[in-house]
């Protein structure tokens, strides 16, 4: 295949994509459900002094959300990043750009990624490329729209799926371990969708990272995705994973020190709130955000993440937390099939219903 059949492929995978996750395929459950926040009748404090700001790559975000990775290298995805920079500046919370490797490759297609910094020269954006990619390409990835730091991102399952996609993955923890020390700026490294287990999170760690988002199973999910582009039947692949309530505790109980962003089909402030509980420093939000994008424009979404913050602010309150640390030394109840798979691999929610 020529570089220029390359990126025409690229290019009409992206379309695909938008499209595939408008008529709505996805998803398995998150797993949140089963996941209980305890209740507080009797707060000492007033609405107004709950904070939900967090420090997050060395700037103050007005709450811990982030706009995650999703779309970029297309006529459509410049107006899209447009409005999702433009809403992330409004609100202050992160965004990041989804795959650049078709602006590595077509220098035609870096407006649609650059537009972001453009629009947000305050914030914290977050560049986007393979856990595949060199040393090289990272660095003009994070340059391209001048980023706080940058997501690698993990998609096996995707990449079989695709008659296009990678087949070798034995040069991934090598890159992985290259990018993580010679960048300047900070690495996350980003399941697709799949989730991270313990023993991917211990591996990670070892390759010098600090920072995971687990993309757990649950939400804009890419294998069926490319099975439907492929005309199979998505449901053979459509479950398989961790949820991403699972895949957070399994990272959060691990014993490393790691910064955890928990995205994956979290569509609720009330998911959100549950998985700050349970570690996470930060929650992606990529597919809700999106239809709310398409569908209500700027203003629309803005609108929606200002509820989010103020329905966050109320779930803190309820659970007696003041701030976003508090709301995490909190109790958690983990009950059903995402307790059987805890106590199956060994992990203990009882702690965390203690605490």
């Known amino acids: 295949?020529?570089?220029?059949?390359?990126?025409?492929?690229?290019?009409?995978?992206?379309?695909?994509?938008?499209?595939?996750?408008?008529?709505?395929?996805?998803?398995?459950?998150?797993?949140?459900?089963?996941?209980?926040?305890?209740?507080?009748?009797?707060?000492?404090?007033?609405?107004?002094?709950?904070?939900?700001?967090?420090?997050?790559?060395?700037?103050?975000?007005?709450?811990?959300?982030?706009?995650?990775?999703?779309t970029g290298g297309t006529p459509a995805s410049l107006e899209i990043n447009r409005i999702l920079a433009r809403a992330a500046a409004r609100t202050g919370v992160a965004m990041a750009?989804?795959?650049?490797?078709?602006?590595?490759?077509?220098?035609?297609?870096?407006?649609?990624?650059?537009?972001?910094?453009r629009e947000n020269p305050g914030g914290v954006i977050l560049a986007n490329v393979s856990a595949a990619a060199s040393l090289d390409e990272a660095f003009r990835a994070v340059e391209m729209i001048d980023a706080d730091g940058l997501q690698l991102h993990l998609n096996v399952v995707q990449e079989l799926l695709m008659p296009e996609g990678d087949r070798d993955f034995s040069h991934y923890r090598q890159r992985i371990r290259e990018v993580a020390s010679g960048l300047s700026v900070p690495v996350i490294v980003k399941e697709v969708g799949n989730g991270l287990s313990r023993e991917a999170a211990v591996a990670l760690y070892g390759c010098g990272v600090r920072r995971l988002d687990i993309g757990g199973g649950g939400g804009t999910n890419f294998a069926a995705i490319e099975s439907r582009r492929a005309g199979?039947?998505?449901?053979?692949?459509?479950?398989?994973?961790?949820?991403?309530?699972?895949?957070?505790?399994?990272?959060?109980?691990s014993g490393l020190p790691?910064?955890?962003?928990?995205?994956?089909?979290?569509?609720?402030?009330?998911?959100?709130?549950?998985?700050?509980?349970?570690?996470?420093?930060?929650?992606?939000?990529?597919?809700?955000?999106?239809?709310?994008?398409?569908?209500?424009?700027?203003?629309?979404?803005?609108?929606?993440?200002?509820?989010?913050?103020?329905?966050l602010r109320n779930f803190c309150l309820m659970c007696g937390a003041r701030n976003i640390?508090?709301?995490?030394?909190?109790?958690?109840?983990?009950?059903?099939?995402?307790?059987?798979?805890?106590?199956?691999?060994?992990?203990?929610?009882?702690?965390?219903?203690?605490r």
Request: proline fraction near 4%; charge should be negative; glycine fraction near 8%.
């Open 97 to 117: 750009v989804g795959s650049q490797h078709i602006a590595l490759e077509a220098p035609k297609c870096r407006e649609t990624f650059s537009i972001v910094r």
């Open 258 to 311: 790691l910064e955890i962003t928990a995205t994956g089909g979290i569509e609720s402030p009330l998911e959100a709130a549950k998985a700050l509980a349970l570690g996470a420093s930060l929650v992606g939000v990529a597919g809700y955000f999106l239809k709310v994008c398409l569908e209500e424009g700027e203003e629309g979404l803005v609108a929606e993440i200002e509820r989010w913050k103020e329905d």
């Open 1 to 70: 295949m020529t570089s220029s059949e390359h990126n025409n492929e690229r290019f009409r995978r992206k379309l695909d994509h938008l499209r595939l996750y408008r008529e709505g395929w996805g998803a398995q459950s998150n797993a949140f459900d089963e996941v209980y926040l305890v209740h507080q009748a009797l707060p000492e404090f007033d609405l107004k002094d709950v904070d939900l700001s967090v420090r997050w790559l060395g700037k103050t975000l007005a709450a811990p959300f982030i706009i995650n990775a999703m």
């Open 232 to 253: 199979r039947d998505k449901s053979l692949y459509s479950c398989w994973g961790l949820p991403t309530a699972i895949s957070l505790i399994e990272v959060a109980t």
């Open 325 to 354: 640390q508090e709301l995490k030394d909190g109790p958690v109840i983990v009950t059903g099939r995402a307790r059987e798979w805890l106590e199956a691999r060994g992990i203990d929610p009882a702690p965390l219903a203690r």
